[in-house]
């Protein structure tokens, strides 16, 4: 039933983006600037408080807790683990934003700073790394700890709605399938309206390197392609396609940060990551709770609440994915790896491709500010052409986005699957095709139609909603690790009790 309700709610939209794309980013475009108008102080209080409780369960003595039983040890080594938990996270995100969002708050800063200033380059690094840094891994690290808590602690099946439903209250039991319906429509679309991003810098690298035209087009090509790859690495499993898809990627996108670092402004970067660390650490509670009631402007509603509502709408299925993956690990272990972590790796991928893109926009006069203003997928490509061995890299790049990009969709298209199969772990290779197959679908079906744009603001309309299962997801967690660790204490003060005795 549920999965029937899902796939109506998203063919209606779908159907709609198809004969009325306009109308529909329309009526999607007021609804997220409400949202943002109204609740912006919402999802900020929110997902500072999930960072909070994630650092707490990290460093505090619930740490020892594991995520199965006492003799589980962990299916996947660390280096294999990150990788696929970083793939799937952001990876994709991160190269099309390394170089792009930095550029673009430099030429239009946050309110109070002149744009194009050194106080605007400052300010640029400085929310880079916190828009990709603690805020959404700890998102994403509370949704799978919960996850993953209830499916290997309790045997509960691989659903958002396994933590929902053992709170106390009524309601929040009886809404728990409307959790599930709301997690496979924010995946679905979610997918897709990356599937179309992957598909523009592919297509952006590819115009680099060998002249392939741009346009929607090959941008379709492109989805029909990719599409085949990642159904095929999720058929294979996750054992052997997308741990060794996300661990080459790894090696590949450390090999390309390596270049740039090496033939780039080299201790221009150094600087920039030492400094936009300070003011990151310094700065971090008044950008985690920044508004601007007194201000006109829409700078915090465009880019903090929106990446904040885009990580919510995405953590059902990263979640999902993260903790099918981390059984065996204690709460500590998991929280480092999935939080800690990627927002180190974060602060270097920025501080490497920004550092430079800036450094180069300011003083060697290249114009990449401009580029990323006009198509934000040309910015990593536009750089790379500044740097010796110009074609390699930019070949290894481009690789490197359709990598993430075949990562990224067989991971959503286990989740999917996952979920329309009642929470199964290992659900059948034709249930992942056929997701894979409409997700495709859906990419391109609006990607021709232009209504792609309008699906991705609908995914962060969803956000809003599912914020209230985050939260019940996050009490729900709390009180069934309190539960745990008592009945931890207890069992063991019995042991050692029992042993006293044995002794005596």
Do not use: C
Request: hydrophobic residues 55%.
């Amino acid at each position: 039933m549920e999965m029937m309700v899902s796939a109506g709610i998203i063919a209606a939209i779908v159907l709609w983006g198809l004969l009325s794309p306009a109308t529909l980013g329309a009526v999607f475009d007021q609804a997220l600037a409400l949202i943002t108008r109204n609740f912006g102080w919402l999802y900020l209080w929110v997902v500072l408080a999930l960072v909070v409780l994630a650092v707490v369960l990290a460093f505090s003595r619930y740490g020892d807790l594991k995520l199965g039983a006492e003799d589980d040890e962990p299916e996947f080594s660390g280096p294999a683990w990150f990788a696929m938990l970083f793939a799937a996270g952001m990876g994709i995100g991160l190269v099309y934003w390394g170089v792009a969002e930095p550029l673009s708050h430099y030429g239009a800063p946050p309110p109070g700073i002149a744009a194009k200033t050194p106080e605007a380059a400052n300010a640029a690094m400085r929310y880079s790394f916190f828009h990709w840094g603690l805020h959404p891994w700890a998102i994403y690290g509370v949704v799978a700890l919960a996850i993953a808590f209830f499916q290997f602690r309790r045997g509960s099946p691989s659903l958002v709605s396994s933590a929902t439903e053992t709170l106390p209250w009524r309601w929040a039991r009886s809404l728990s399938p409307v959790f599930n319906i709301m997690a496979v429509v924010a995946t679905a679309f979610g997918v897709a309206a990356s599937l179309g991003m992957g598909a523009a810098q592919i297509n952006s690298g590819l115009h680099t390197v060998f002249g392939l035209p741009m346009g929607k087009a090959s941008q379709a090509g492109i989805i029909i392609v990719v599409t085949l790859l990642f159904v095929g690495s999720a058929v294979t499993g996750v054992e052997r396609g997308v741990k060794w898809l996300s661990q080459a990627n790894l090696l590949a996108a450390a090999g390309l940060a390596l270049a740039v670092f090496a033939f780039g402004p080299t201790v221009a970067i150094l600087e920039t990551f030492s400094n936009t660390l300070g003011n990151y650490l310094t700065e971090f509670v008044r950008m985690s709770l920044r508004l601007t009631p007194f201000r006109d402007s829409g700078w915090v509603g465009g880019w903090t609440i929106f990446y904040w509502a885009w990580w919510i709408a995405w953590s059902p299925f990263v979640g999902l994915f993260i903790a099918r993956v981390s059984r065996g690990r204690t709460i500590r272990e998991f929280l480092l790896g999935v939080v800690i972590a990627p927002t180190l790796v974060g602060f270097v991928w920025f501080a490497v491709f920004g550092g430079a893109a800036l450094n180069m926009e300011i003083f060697q006069g290249v114009p990449l500010a401009e580029v990323a203003a006009k198509d934000s997928s040309l910015a990593l490509f536009e750089l790379l052409g500044q740097l010796p061995l110009a074609g390699l890299t930019t070949v290894v790049a481009t690789l490197l986005v359709v990598i993430f990009f075949i990562t990224s969709g067989d991971s959503a298209t286990l989740v999917l699957a996952t979920m329309s199969q009642k929470g199964n772990p290992a659900p059948p290779n034709r249930s992942k095709i056929v997701w894979g197959v409409l997700v495709s679908g859906i990419a391109l079906a609006l990607l021709m139609a232009g209504g792609l744009k309008a699906v991705q603001t609908a995914t962060i309309v969803f956000a809003l909603p599912f914020m209230l299962v985050l939260v019940l997801m996050a009490v729900a967690l709390l009180r069934a690790i309190l539960h745990d660790w008592d009945e931890e204490q207890r069992r063991q003060r019995a042991l050692r009790r029992k042993v006293e005795q044995m002794v005596k």
